[in-house]
């Protein structure tokens, strides 16, 4: 006869249960138990109950607290968590706001720009294509965005003279974009 692993553990539970009034009262009973096939599962999930039963009752001591000394603890404990995970989610979402993100891409438009602008002033020479790259991967602009943003930075913000122009065409021979491209 086959018998479902539900029906094993309730009748392993109930088992167990006899067993525990057996031990209470000190009483003796006979079981007689029925040779029932079971498969590999069903015994581990025997074994697993009868090993926790065992484990359970071998740990000494109460198994509620008796004293409030824990309850004393663990309401400023979760009160803290409770304070640290509103902090972190009110963390994440201030960071995550568009005004942060406007922010960002403002300091890395001034970083771009003050970059280029001490390349071209004191060192020339030294601008050049694979300066340009190291700055592409620096601020996640293409070489068409930091062109752009610096021609419109220049022509906004210092005045217009031929060191200007000067610069504005040797970043424009750095980049290797076409004309057609520099012009849009």
Same mark, same amino acid.
């Given at each position: 006869?086959?018998?479902?692993? *539900? ?5 392993? &539970?109930?088992?167990?249960?006899? @067993?525990?009034?057996? #031990? =209470? ?7 007689? +138990? +029925?040779?029932?096939?079971? =498969?590999?599962?069903? *015994? $581990?999930? +025997?074994?697993? @109950?009868?090993? %926790?039963? =065992? #484990? ?6 109460? !198994? ?22 509103? @902090?972190? #989610? ?11 993100? $406007?922010?960002?891409?403002?300091? %890395?438009? &001034?970083?771009?720009? !003050? %970059?280029?602008? *001490? ?10 294509? +694979?300066a340009l790259k190291r700055l592409m991967r620096k601020t996640g602009f293409n070489m068409e965005e930091i062109l752009r943003k610096y021609i419109r930075y220049a022509l906004n913000e210092k005045p217009f003279n031929t060191d200007l122009v000067a610069n504005l065409?040797?970043?424009? $021979? ?8 520099? &012009? *849009?």
């Open positions: 006869r086959r018998v479902s692993v *539900e029906d094993s553990l309730v009748r392993f &539970a109930e088992k167990g249960k006899e @067993a525990e009034k057996n #031990v =209470t009262a000190n009483e003796e009973e006979e079981y007689i +138990e +029925e040779e029932v096939e079971l =498969t590999w599962i069903q *015994e $581990k999930a +025997e074994d697993l @109950a009868q090993f %926790t039963g =065992t #484990v359970v009752q071998a740990i000494p001591g109460p !198994r509620v607290g008796q004293t409030s000394l824990p309850w004393l603890a663990a309401v400023p404990l979760a009160y803290m968590g409770l304070s640290f995970v509103i @902090a972190v #989610v009110k963390t994440i979402r201030k960071l995550t706001s568009p005004r942060m993100k $406007k922010r960002r891409l403002i300091r %890395t438009n &001034a970083m771009l720009c !003050r %970059t280029l602008d *001490e390349l071209l002033q004191s060192k020339q020479d030294e601008l050049s294509y +694979e065409i040797h970043l424009s $021979k750095s980049s290797t974009l076409e004309d057609g491209q520099v &012009a *849009e």
